[in-house]
């Protein structure tokens, strides 16, 4: 069945630092969604790539969708305190799929 | 905008007991699903409707683990005979199927099994 891996699992940056994650699917991927979860809350949704190769921001946010459409990122500009939370890459097989999560990358900023 | 609502959202029970938990979705969202989530994991995919219908069951979920939606609109996950290894918080999350298909989801129960 279709899988979704993430990398890193944890990360720790000094606030200003960038970060990235990295998302990797098993499968082709229909579309592809970036979930952010504060501690103690529920994810949230962030944002959706559908185009093979498509780039998205979002303030210092850049969200990149792989040519093969089995691969994704996420990177941040110069952290801050309030980028803290765990990122969640979630992907779908086809349109009409459902939609399966990755392990996520917890990210810590040290101020 | 009332957002995906989740009741109860503490359940503490003892191992062999029968829970329910209720979730109510986005009023106009026609797709809805259950996701398990324990510390320092993904949501894990339980089952998904659309409208009533129920799509698919993780192939890995055990048997004592049932969900309906009867009318389309609310919908229950029951777990029988629960098990230590159910304690885990049990997230819902609704969309609509066709249009940006973003999930949003409720707070969750948080199921103790004691």
């Known amino acids: 069945g279709q899988q979704v891996m993430q990398i890193p699992q944890y990360q720790h940056v000094q606030e200003g630092e960038d970060f990235t994650t990295y998302c990797n699917s098993s499968?082709?991927?229909?579309?592809i969604q970036w979930y952010k979860q504060r501690p103690g809350g529920h994810p949230v949704f962030l944002i959706q790539?559908?185009?093979?190769?498509e780039v998205k921001k979002q303030k210092r946010l850049t969200f990149q969708f792989g040519e093969a459409k089995k691969n994704s990122s996420l990177h941040i500009t110069a952290t801050q305190t309030t980028d803290v939370g765990t990122y969640f890459c979630?992907?779908?097989?086809?349109?009409?799929?459902?939609?399966?999560f990755g392990p996520g990358t917890s990210l810590s900023v040290i101020p | 905008d009332t957002g995906v609502s989740q009741d109860p959202r503490h359940k503490i029970t003892k191992r062999g007991q029968n829970v329910t938990f209720r979730c109510d979705p986005i009023s106009e969202h026609n797709r809805l699903y259950w996701y398990r989530q324990t510390l320092g994991q993904g949501p894990e995919f339980l089952t998904y409707?659309?409208?009533?219908?129920?799509?698919?069951k993780s192939r890995l979920l055990s048997d004592r683990f049932s969900a309906e939606r009867p009318k389309g609109s609310f919908s229950t996950l029951e777990i029988q005979r629960t098990e230590q290894g159910d304690s885990a918080m049990y997230l819902c999350?609704?969309?609509?199927?066709?249009?940006?298909?973003?999930?949003?989801f409720g707070s969750g129960t948080q199921l103790s099994v004691l």
């Open positions: 999350a609704s969309s609509v199927l066709g249009g940006s298909e973003k999930l949003f």
């Open positions: 499968t082709t991927l229909s579309n």
């Open positions: 979630a992907g779908r097989g086809t349109s009409y799929d459902k939609v399966i």
């Open positions: 409707f659309q409208n009533e219908a129920q799509l698919e």
């Open positions: 790539l559908v185009k093979s190769g």
